[in-house]
Structure formats: structure tokens, C-alpha cells
């Protein structure tokens, strides 16, 4: 778990590493702008929706959580459809789903279809765009991968900053209905994104090289990688950060406004907090591709998930619109540093071969923990009414996540000189030669045993 793992491709192509990566790049970035904004950016349209709708702003808010909900829940599913079909063509469907969604939903009559069609439909849609579009840019990065993924994580907040005052100019032109036609038309660049998805090719081989490797058989569904500690310490550890993780950015406009502070102040805080994690996100996967600090991935992560935590902390103390707005720059960085690190490190923990099973595992597993965390911070919010214990509750649910994966990591390494220690306890001492013909022999007689060929020290050389 502490190293990263050595890939070279789904058939044992090695990652270009650039060439069409950066049209890759690129692809990935927009998908990932459109899968984690959008569910913010549609919030913008509540007020008229509950003007026309004559319903209540939690009615209203299930929108954005059936979004996230399909975007993290469906992760088995986009798994099971990407080892069946491939990235490109499940990327495609999705492109069409999410913006039929958004389409179907300028006719909506009622908020139950509303949940149907932006919902269910568009948040099915980006589920099949985004983990497909990580899936193709670990298969061309790998010495540069922690940059690329700090470069497309980046599209989150990008696309944040520009997708809501784009919504709130369309509203006010067009309505809520023209505006969810014309965004249905934009999701249709998921299309475009979807044809860059171009597979990697094994090199073309002479008539005397012999016959191309085979492809090997993989299952739709890899639930071996629940064998692998890491994984386990990975996935544990990402769903309670999940927990308190996007608590903050929902509770901290309202805690402004309880503090006295202007609406329009209040609603600057999110972009300060945005503006921060556009920078934030590459310059941490810059930092992760360094030679010295790549090996030590995870516990760069443990840091930035104990920055975040701590950063919640402090920020229950401040009592004043200065105080959240130091708070906010700080959040913002140690957000940028897990967003950027959080998909980098499960890479390099499970590798090429069964990341897409294990994304789509570890999605399902926080899905779970969405639907729980901001919940009940508001919960905790109206039994208290005080601010500070919600963000008190949610830095130490991320601090708690920290402990785990950097204590598990740590054990995990642990272990391993004592299994090397095992290893050398059969090897031959090295004074004792070993004669070339009796290895031959020993080759020629060994018998294989369940189908594998043993392995003894003196054939491993």
C-alpha cells in the first residue's frame, strides 16, 4: 500500500505518458468539471423552482442529493459496464443520458418527475462519464499520472465558478426551463469528451515474433481487490472522510449570515474557497510526481485528509467574517490536496488491472456516506442551533479518517520485512555453489503443481 504499483496497460501496454494522454487529459478534466459542479451549479434554480412548484427548499434540495447519490452509487454498475463494453462507448450513452435528463426536465410538470429526469437520468448519465474518463487517464499516465490527475481534478472548481453564474444569467433570460434545455445541450459536450476516449493499441508485431499476447479474461465485477489490506484500509478510510468532508462547504455561507455578515459577503466565501482549490489541485499532483515524494503518496494523503480535519477546527472558532475567510483558504487548499490525491492513491494501490472494480466499489461505499454526513450535520444544526459543533463534528470525522489510513499503511509496511525475513530463511547460504548442470536437471525433473510452475530460489535467479 505504501508503493505504487507498476502498470503497463490492460494487455502490457506501456502508459505513453503523453501524445494523445493530454487529449485524454483534457476530456477527463470537462467530465470531471461537469460531474462534481453540476450538482452545485443546478441549486441556483431552487428559488424559482420553488416559486413554481409551491414546495419548500428541502423538497428542492433532494435535486442535488439524488445527483450525488447516483454519481457515487452507481459505481459497481459503471464497473460492471466498462469491463463489458469499454470506456468509450459507455461514455457515450452516458453523454446522451444526462443531457436527455436535463431536457426531459424543462417539460417537467411536477418535482417528482424532476427527481426522475435531473436526478436519476442526468446523474446516471455523468456516473458512466466520470469513472470511465479516470479509468483511461490511469491507463495512459503512469510516471506522470499524479500530475494529470491533480490537472483533471482541477475541473471541478473551473467549472464551479463559471457553471453557476452561467445558470443564474440563464435563469434570468430564459427561465428555469430554457435554462435546463440549454445545460441539457452543454452536457452533450460529455459526447465529444467520450469520442477522445480512444483505446490504447498493442504494437503491431512481425510475421516472426510469434503470436501477440493474449488478452487475459477479466470479470465484470473484481471483488477480489476486498483481499488486498490496502484496499480495505483505503476504502474504510475514504468513507468516514466522506462523512465530514463536504460538510463544511454546505453549513459555511449559513454560519457567515448567523455571524451578521451581508448576503453577498456571506456568498463570496464559496468563490474564495473555489478560486483556492483551482490551484490547489495541480500544484498537489506537481508535488505527488516528484521522484521522492511519489513513494510516499498515501501518507501525503493522511496529511492533507488531517490538514482538511484540522482546518474544520480551527474554523468553529471564528467569530468574524476575517476568521472565515482565513478559514476558507485554508479549507480550500487541504480540499484541492484530497481531491487531487484521493483517485492518484487508490491507483497506486490497487493498479490498471482491477481499478475499475475497485473505483466503483470505493463510489458505492461513500455514496453511502453522502447521503449520511450532511444530514446530519443539519440535524445536529437544528437540535444545538450552534454552527461550531457542526464543523467541530465534521473535522473530527476527517481527522478520525487521517489516523486510519496512515496507521493502517503504517502496519501494512510492518509486515512486510518479516516476510522477506521468512523468504531468507530457505535461501541457500551464500558461500554453497551451485552447479549449472545440476540446475538444468533440476529444471528438466521438477513437476508442476496445480497448474504453476514452483519457484524455488535456485530457479528464481
Same mark, same amino acid.
Given at each position: 500500500?505504501?508503493?505504487?504499483?507498476?502498470?503497463?496497460?490492460?494487455?502490457?501496454?506501456?502508459?505513453?505518458?503523453? !501524445?494523445?494522454?493530454?487529449?485524454?487529459?483534457?476530456?477527463?478534466?470537462?467530465?470531471?468539471?461537469? #460531474?462534481?459542479?453540476?450538482?452545485?451549479?443546478?441549486?441556483?434554480?431552487?428559488?424559482?423552482?420553488?416559486?413554481?412548484?409551491?414546495?419548500?427548499?428541502?423538497?428542492?434540495?433532494?435535486?442535488?442529493?439524488?445527483?450525488? $447519490?447516483?454519481?457515487?452509487?452507481?459505481?459497481?454498475?459503471?464497473?460492471?459496464?466498462?469491463?463489458?463494453?469499454?470506456?468509450?462507448?459507455?461514455?457515450?450513452?452516458?453523454?446522451? @443520458?444526462?443531457?436527455?435528463?436535463?431536457?426531459?426536465?424543462?417539460?417537467?410538470?411536477?418535482?417528482?418527475?424532476?427527481?426522475?429526469?435531473?436526478?436519476?437520468?442526468?446523474?446516471?448519465?455523468?456516473?458512466?462519464?466520470?469513472?470511465?474518463?479516470?479509468? +483511461?487517464?490511469?491507463?495512459?499516465?503512469?510516471?506522470?499520472?499524479? +500530475?494529470?490527475?491533480?490537472?483533471?481534478?482541477?475541473?471541478?472548481?473551473?467549472?464551479?465558478?463559471?457553471?453557476?453564474?452561467?445558470?443564474?444569467?440563464?435563469?434570468?433570460?430564459?427561465?428555469?426551463?430554457?435554462?435546463?434545455?440549454?445545460?441539457?445541450?452543454?452536457?452533450?459536450?460529455?459526447?465529444?469528451?467520450?469520442?477522445?476516449?480512444?483505446?490504447?493499441?498493442?504494437?503491431?508485431?512481425?510475421?516472426?515474433?510469434?503470436?501477440?499476447?493474449?488478452?487475459?479474461?477479466?470479470?465484470?465485477?473484481?471483488? #477480489?481487490?476486498?483481499?488486498?489490506?490496502?484496499?480495505?484500509?483505503?476504502?474504510? $478510510?475514504?468513507?468516514?472522510? &466522506? @462523512?465530514?468532508?463536504?460538510?463544511?462547504?454546505?453549513?459555511?455561507?449559513?454560519?457567515?449570515?448567523?455571524?451578521?455578515?451581508?448576503?453577498?459577503?456571506?456568498?463570496?466565501?464559496?468563490?474564495? @474557497?473555489?478560486? &483556492?482549490?483551482?490551484?490547489?489541485?495541480?500544484? $498537489?499532483?506537481?508535488?505527488?510526481?516528484?521522484?521522492?515524494?511519489?513513494?510516499?503518496?498515501?501518507?501525503?494523503?493522511?496529511?492533507? +485528509?488531517?490538514?482538511?480535519?484540522?482546518?474544520?477546527?480551527?474554523?468553529?472558532?471564528?467569530?468574524?467574517?476575517?476568521?472565515?475567510?482565513?478559514?476558507?483558504?485554508?479549507? !480550500?487548499?487541504?480540499?484541492?490536496?484530497?481531491?487531487?490525491?484521493?483517485?492518484?492513491?487508490? +491507483?497506486?494501490?490497487?493498479?490498471?488491472?482491477?481499478?475499475?472494480?475497485?473505483?466503483?466499489?470505493?463510489?458505492? @461505499?461513500?455514496?453511502?456516506?453522502?447521503?449520511?454526513?450532511?444530514?446530519?450535520?443539519?440535524?445536529?444544526?437544528?437540535?444545538?442551533?450552534?454552527?461550531?459543533?457542526?464543523?467541530?463534528?465534521?473535522?473530527?470525522?476527517?481527522?478520525? #479518517?487521517?489516523?486510519?489510513?496512515?496507521?493502517?499503511?503504517?502496519?501494512?509496511?510492518?509486515?512486510?520485512?518479516?516476510?522477506?525475513?521468512?523468504?531468507?530463511?530457505?535461501?541457500?547460504?551464500?558461500?554453497?555453489?551451485?552447479?549449472?548442470?545440476?540446475?538444468?536437471?533440476?529444471?528438466?525433473?521438477?513437476?508442476?503443481?496445480?497448474?504453476?510452475?514452483?519457484?524455488?530460489?535456485?530457479?528464481?535467479?
Amino acid at each position: 500500500m505504501g508503493g505504487a504499483v507498476i502498470d503497463e496497460g490492460p494487455t502490457g501496454i506501456k502508459a505513453p505518458d503523453g !501524445g494523445w494522454g493530454w487529449a485524454i487529459l483534457w476530456g477527463c478534466f470537462v467530465i470531471t468539471g461537469f #460531474s462534481y459542479a453540476f450538482p452545485k451549479a443546478v441549486s441556483v434554480f431552487f428559488k424559482e423552482l420553488m416559486r413554481e412548484f409551491g414546495i419548500g427548499y428541502s423538497d428542492t434540495a433532494w435535486i442535488s442529493s439524488i445527483l450525488l $447519490a447516483m454519481l457515487y452509487g452507481t459505481g459497481p454498475l459503471c464497473s460492471v459496464c466498462v469491463n463489458r463494453f469499454g470506456c468509450r462507448p459507455v461514455m457515450l450513452a452516458g453523454g446522451l @443520458l444526462a443531457s436527455l435528463g436535463m431536457v426531459s426536465a424543462s417539460f417537467c410538470g411536477s418535482i417528482i418527475q424532476l427527481y426522475l429526469t435531473t436526478g436519476v437520468l442526468t446523474g446516471l448519465g455523468l456516473a458512466l462519464n466520470f469513472q470511465p474518463s479516470l479509468i +483511461m487517464l490511469n491507463r495512459y499516465f503512469n510516471k506522470r499520472r499524479p +500530475m494529470a490527475n491533480g490537472l483533471a481534478a482541477a475541473g471541478s472548481p473551473v467549472f464551479l465558478c463559471a457553471l453557476s453564474p452561467l445558470g443564474q444569467v440563464l435563469q434570468d433570460h430564459y427561465g428555469w426551463r430554457g435554462g435546463f434545455l440549454i445545460l441539457g445541450g452543454l452536457l452533450l459536450n460529455c459526447c465529444v469528451c467520450a469520442a477522445l476516449m480512444r483505446p490504447l493499441e498493442a504494437p503491431r508485431q512481425s510475421s516472426g515474433s510469434g503470436p501477440a499476447p493474449q488478452r487475459p479474461p477479466r470479470r465484470l465485477l473484481d471483488l #477480489s481487490v476486498f483481499r488486498d489490506r490496502g484496499f480495505v484500509i483505503y476504502a474504510l $478510510a475514504a468513507s468516514i472522510m &466522506v @462523512l465530514g468532508l463536504f460538510v463544511p462547504p454546505v453549513f459555511v455561507v449559513s454560519y457567515a449570515k448567523d455571524l451578521g455578515v451581508p448576503d453577498t459577503q456571506a456568498a463570496f466565501l464559496l468563490t474564495i @474557497l473555489g478560486f &483556492v482549490d483551482i490551484f490547489a489541485r495541480p500544484t $498537489a499532483g506537481f508535488i505527488t510526481g516528484l521522484k521522492k515524494v511519489r513513494p510516499y503518496s498515501v501518507y501525503l494523503f493522511s496529511f492533507a +485528509m488531517f490538514f482538511n480535519g484540522f482546518a474544520d477546527l480551527t474554523g468553529s472558532t471564528a467569530s468574524n467574517y476575517g476568521g472565515l475567510v482565513v478559514f476558507c483558504i485554508f479549507f !480550500g487548499i487541504s480540499y484541492g490536496m484530497v481531491g487531487a490525491l484521493q483517485f492518484e492513491v487508490l +491507483m497506486a494501490i490497487v493498479g490498471t488491472q482491477k481499478f475499475s472494480s475497485a473505483i466503483g466499489l470505493v463510489l458505492l @461505499l461513500e455514496a453511502i456516506a453522502v447521503l449520511i454526513g450532511p444530514p446530519s450535520g443539519g440535524k445536529l444544526l437544528d437540535a444545538t442551533h450552534v454552527y461550531q459543533y457542526v464543523f467541530i463534528l465534521a473535522g473530527a470525522e476527517v481527522l478520525a #479518517s487521517s489516523l486510519v489510513l496512515v496507521l493502517g499503511n503504517f502496519f501494512c509496511i510492518r509486515k512486510r520485512p518479516e516476510t522477506a525475513t521468512e523468504e531468507e530463511r530457505h535461501k541457500p547460504p551464500e558461500d554453497v555453489r551451485v552447479d549449472s548442470r545440476e540446475v538444468e536437471q533440476f529444471l528438466k525433473t521438477e513437476p508442476e503443481k496445480n497448474g504453476e510452475v514452483v519457484h524455488t530460489p535456485e530457479t528464481s535467479v
